[in-house]
T-cell receptor, first 111, second 110 residues
Framework: GEDVEQSLFLSVREGDSSVINCTYT??????LYWYKQEPGAGLQLLTY?????DMKQDQRLTVLLNKKDKHLSLRIADTQTGDSAIYFC???????????FGQGTELSVKP | EADIYQTPRYLVIGTGKKITLECSQT?????MYWYQQDPGMELHLIHY???????EKGDLSSESTVSRIRTEHFPLTLESARPSHTSQYLC?????????FGDGTRLSIL
């Protein structure tokens, strides 16, 4: 079945760039998402990308998609302590359909 | 800002009680979802609905049930709570793109 994999932890220093990686197995994935979850809260949609795009940039966030390798990354420029959270990669193969989530990457930003 | 609400935010209750977790959205979305999130962080889909009177079981087997009598409302019920039901439950909705999440209900069964 479909699977989404992420590394569990990432630690960076404030002001550095963070790169969170994700791989997926479903070749029919149409939409790929990045969500942020702060402690005790629900999931906040950060950005998403269609499978026919290679890159999407939104302020400090850059999403790169390598469809051939089924690899998705989220780059956060000038990482701040407020960016400390768990970041989930997710994919779906139809519009508004079921999401398959990765395990989440816990980002720790040190001052 | 997405308008999807879950109540209660936290619930601690004894074994054997009947529980209903509420989820409401004001965006008119047809599609609604319930996810279970264990302390290890992974989210698993337990129920979904594509519209009024439509409910389906998700990828993770759950003893809970859901109903969808109105578009904006998608409650989840546990008839007899057990400690194994302790988890966080997240509700989401979406139309075309993407899924918006509520803040979750953190459920603890004693």
């Amino acid at each position: 079945g479909e699977d989404v994999e992420q590394s569990l932890f990432l630690s960076v220093r404030e002001g550095d760039s963070s790169v969170i990686n994700c791989t997926y197995t479903d070749s029919s994935s149409t939409y790929l998402y990045w969500y942020k979850q702060e402690p005790g809260a629900g999931l906040q949609l950060l950005t998403y990308i269609f499978s026919n795009m290679d890159m999407k940039q939104d302020q400090r966030l850059t999403v790169l998609l390598n469809k051939k390798d089924k690899h998705l990354s989220l780059r956060i420029a000038d990482t701040q302590t407020g960016d400390s959270a768990i970041y989930f990669c997710a994919e779906s193969s139809n519009q508004g359909g079921k999401l398959i989530f990765g395990q989440g990457t816990e980002l720790s930003v040190k001052p | 800002e997405a308008d999807i609400y879950q109540t209660p935010r936290y619930l601690v209750i004894g074994t054997g009680k009947k529980i209903t977790l509420e989820c409401s959205q004001t965006m008119g979305h047809d599609k609604m979802y319930w996810y279970q999130q264990d302390p290890g962080m992974e989210l698993h889909l337990i129920h979904y609905s594509y519209g009024v009177n439509s409910t389906e079981k998700g990828d993770l087997s759950s003893e809970s049930t859901v109903s969808r009598i109105r578009t904006e409302h998608f409650p989840l019920t546990l008839e007899s709570a057990r400690p194994s039901h302790t988890s966080q439950y997240l509700c989401a909705s979406g139309q075309v793109q993407p899924q918006h999440f509520g803040d979750g209900t953190r459920l603890s069964i004693l």
